[in-house]
C-alpha cells in the first residue's frame, strides 16, 4: 500500500506561479512511476506529468510542456510539481498518483494509488 498526500495548492493569478508537493509512504517509494494528473470541473481527469522511479525520466502533456517541471526526492519520498505561466485553463483538482510498477504510463487506469488532491483555481 502506498499513501500519497499532496499540498501546495492555492488561487493565483494568470501568468502566477504554483508548486504542488505529494508527500508519499509505503513499500519501496523509489521504484514508483509518479504522475500528476488533474480534474476540472465537468471534465474527466487527464494525465498532466510524469517521472520514473529514479527521476532520470519524465513525460508531460502537450498543454504544460515548458510551462510544468515535474522532481522528485527520493530521500524525502516527495514528489513535485512547479508549474510557471499558470492559465485560467489549468483550474483543477490536481492528483498525484503512483504506479506499483515500472515505467511511464499516461492513462489514469495504469495508476494503483492516489491521493485526495489539491486545488488549483486560476484566475483572469
Known amino acids: 500500500q502506498v499513501l500519497l498526500l499532496e499540498s501546495g495548492g492555492g488561487l493565483v493569478q494568470a501568468g502566477g506561479s504554483l508548486r504542488l508537493s505529494c508527500a508519499a509512504s509505503g513499500r519501496t517509494f523509489s521504484t514508483n512511476t509518479m504522475g500528476w494528473f488533474r480534474q476540472a470541473p465537468g471534465k474527466e481527469r487527464e494525465f498532466v506529468a510524469a517521472?520514473?522511479?529514479?527521476?532520470?525520466?519524465?513525460y508531460y502533456t502537450d498543454s504544460v510542456k515548458g510551462r510544468f517541471t515535474i522532481s522528485r526526492d527520493n530521500a524525502k519520498n516527495t514528489v513535485y510539481l512547479q508549474m510557471i505561466g499558470l492559465k485560467p485553463e489549468d483550474t483543477a483538482v490536481y492528483y498525484c498518483?503512483?504506479?506499483?510498477?515500472?515505467?511511464?504510463?499516461?492513462?489514469?487506469?495504469?495508476?494503483?494509488?492516489w491521493g485526495q488532491g489539491t486545488q488549483v483555481t486560476v484566475s483572469s
Open positions: 498518483a503512483a504506479r506499483d510498477s515500472w515505467g511511464i504510463t499516461t492513462s489514469k487506469r495504469t495508476y494503483n494509488y
Open positions: 517521472i520514473s522511479g529514479s527521476g532520470e525520466r519524465t
